[in-house]
Nanobody, 116 residues
Framework: QVRLVESGRGLVQAGGSLRLSCAAS????????MGWYRQAPGKQRELVAT???????NYAASVKGRFTISRDNANNTMYLQMNSLKPEDTAVYYC??????????WGQGTQVTVSS
């Protein structure tokens, strides 16, 4: 089996920064695309950013220029550096990855709260 575990949850003031990590563990042949998603109370889960195995990235318009996604393939880990945080960034952030041989997998989520 495989597990995705997020870390880096926190409460920060608007304008602050936070770094999330997602570590994959278990039986892993390789990891293709990875991504961060978030879900605010009463809203649907939405894409934040994705990254391919070779490092190509894609960002939601709402976070472009403020968030940076990266990954460490050797350690099966992905990161999300979040700067200039806004109250509207408050959400549960989920890690997603396509892990061979298991397929699409999700982490349990980590809470990010930005106070005004």
């Amino acid at each position: 089996q495989v597990r995705l575990v997020e870390s880096g949850r926190g409460l920060v003031q608007a304008g602050g920064s936070l770094r999330l990590s997602c570590a994959a563990s278990g039986i892993i042949l390789s990891i293709n695309d990875m991504g961060w998603y978030r879900q605010a109370p009463g809203k649907q889960r939405e894409l934040v950013a994705t990254i391919t195995r070779d490092g190509s990235t894609n960002y939601a318009a709402s976070v472009k220029g403020r968030f940076t996604i990266s990954r460490d393939n050797a350690n099966n880990t992905m990161y999300l550096q979040m700067n200039s945080l806004k109250p509207e960034d408050t959400a549960v952030y989920y890690c997603n990855a396509y892990v061979k041989p298991w397929g699409d997998r999700w982490g349990q989520g980590t809470q990010v709260t930005v106070s005004s």
